[in-house]
C-alpha cells in the first residue's frame, strides 16, 4: 500500500507561488498516472491535475496556465508548481493515484489571500 505526504503549503498574498511536493513511501513508476486534488472549506474534493508516466499531463480549467505538475519517478515524487495564485485557490491539496485509489495523506493548506 503507498502511503502519500504532501508537503509545501502555506499563505501567499495573490499573484504569489508556491510548490507542493508529494512523497510516496512506495515506487510510483508502475502508477499510471498520479494527480493533485484540492478540498476547500464547505466544498467536495476536486480533481486539479494528472500526469501519467508518459508525462501527459491535464489540468483543471480554472487553474491551466497557471499550474505544472510533474514527477520525478526516481526520488517517488511528485510536484505542483502553483504561480498567480488566486483566492480562490484557497484550499487542502492532496496527491493521490488518478483515479484516486490509496488512501488520503495529511493534505497541504494552501491559503492565498487578496
Known amino acids: 500500500q503507498v502511503q502519500l505526504v504532501e508537503s509545501g503549503g502555506g499563505s501567499v498574498q495573490a499573484g504569489g507561488s508556491l510548490r507542493l511536493s508529494c512523497v510516496a513511501s512506495g515506487s510510483i513508476t508502475s502508477i499510471n498516472a498520479m494527480g493533485w486534488y484540492r478540498q476547500a472549506p464547505g466544498k467536495q474534493r476536486e480533481w486539479v491535475a494528472f500526469i501519467t508516466r508518459g508525462s501527459i499531463t491535464s489540468y483543471l480549467d480554472s487553474v491551466k496556465g497557471r499550474f505544472t505538475i510533474s514527477r520525478d519517478g526516481a526520488k517517488n515524487t511528485v510536484y505542483l508548481q502553483m504561480n498567480s495564485l488566486k483566492p480562490e485557490d484557497t484550499a487542502v491539496y492532496y496527491c493521490?493515484?488518478?483515479?484516486?485509489?490509496?488512501?488520503w495523506g495529511q493534505g497541504t493548506q494552501v491559503t492565498v489571500s487578496s
Open positions: 493521490n493515484a488518478f483515479p484516486a485509489r490509496y488512501g
